[in-house]
């Protein structure tokens, strides 16, 4: 159940859950965000229980987030398995979750990982990065702080090979059994076992198709823990439509009414103008964070994007300057129609290649 919250005197609405602390912004997010809100800040540390190790040992990493000052929403485990900010992990170490152990009562918050470093060209643990969102600032994304806990050098040495001196306890002397110095004589040496042993029948057809069985089975496996990067990309384009006209929802919604006002007509310019911008950055890797019309229409161009459906992404933007910049009565503009223009300009860039 969330409700709004008003932040400071600038009129700012944030979203907020049912215990009145505001939720973290879809646009404008940084990564890697782990979740935690708070009127305070929050800060992180990390500890090794082992720094002089062998290749393929293991180590027990500690993730400490503490909370100094008001805290509404409590971190969650830093993702060093997925998330690309903590691709240098995977690079260098196995990554294993362990146990964790919270303290909300003293705002700590503890996540074990299991490391073993991959070769003994491993020489630090990565420094680690965590993003929080502090509420109350104009516009709501400058929230976004980040903390940082420094790299933990380590030492990795090679596995020592085992010399045949070390190896202890003394093997059996093979004695041949009695009959290999029996002397056969007779017609006994010509003759012939002929005896024909056939298997059965449902074992030979089991051993036939297991192997190919078990070798279909773990290809579909391993496809599934390992998706192409066509369904990597399909699912980044999904997400960010997603996140864009459900925010096209929450400007149209901060409202409620038709703007009359002329700051709020500027204001919820702004907001379809963040909300494009933010949906660009992550579907079409748009760098300008406050691009102009002409930096979208060559961006975009250059992307493959057709010139027509280019032109028309940079004519809402060049509206959303026109209401925030320019007098009310040059405008002519429909705010409305604004917001609607933008999300069937997010439906019809999600359905090019």
């Known amino acids: ?50 720094t002089l190790l062998q290749a393929g040992d293991p180590t027990l990493l500690t993730i400490r987030i503490e909370a100094v000052g008001a805290w509404g929403k409590a971190p969650e485990r830093p993702d060093l398995g997925k998330k690309p900010e903590y691709r240098k992990f995977r690079e260098r170490f196995h990554v294993e979750n362990d146990q964790e152990r919270f303290s909300p009562t003293l705002g700590k ?4 990982f299991r490391l073993r470093p991959k070769s003994e060209q491993v020489k630090e643990i990565p420094s ?56 056969i004589t007779g017609p006994v040496v010509l003759s012939r076992d002929d005896v024909v042993v056939f298997p059965n029948l449902w074992l030979l057809f089991l051993m036939t198709l297991a192997p190919p069985a078990l070798s279909i089975g773990w290809y579909l496996a391993w496809k599934r823990r390992n998706p192409t990067q066509a369904r990597l990309l399909r699912l980044r384009k999904s997400r960010a439509a997603r996140q864009a006209l459900l925010a096209l929802k929450g400007v149209d919604g901060a409202v409620g009414k038709p703007c009359h006002d002329l700051n709020e007509s500027k204001e919820e310019a702004s907001g379809v103008a963040r909300v494009l911008a933010g949906y660009l950055q992550e579907r079409l890797d748009l760098d300008a964070v406050q691009p102009t019309p002409a ?21 809402i933007f060049r509206a959303c300057d026109t209401v925030r910049f320019s007098p009310p009565r040059e405008q002519g503009i429909s705010l409305p129609a604004l917001r609607t223009e933008a999300a069937e300009l997010v439906l019809a860039l999600e359905s090019q290649p």
């Open 109 to 112: 918050w503890e996540f074990d």
């Open 128 to 183: 680690l990065v965590i993003v929080y969102f502090r509420p109350g600032f104009t516009p709501p994304e400058k929230g976004y702080m980040m903390t940082t806990a420094p790299a933990i050098p380590v030492q990795v040495t090679s596995r020592a090979k085992v010399q045949p001196t070390e190896i202890r306890g003394q093997s059996m002397t093979s004695v041949a059994p009695g009959q290999l110095y029996e002397i």
């Open 295 to 315: 930096d979208i229409t060559s961006h975009l161009t250059n992307k493959g994007i057709p010139v027509d459906l280019a032109a028309r992404t940079a004519e």
């Open 1 to 50: 159940m969330c409700s709004l919250f008003l932040s400071g005197n600038s009129g700012t609405i944030l979203a907020a859950d049912s215990s009145g602390e505001p939720e973290a912004p879809l646009v404008g997010r940084k990564e890697p965000f782990c979740g935690a809100v708070g009127s305070g800040r929050f800060k992180v540390s990390m500890s090794a229980n082992l």
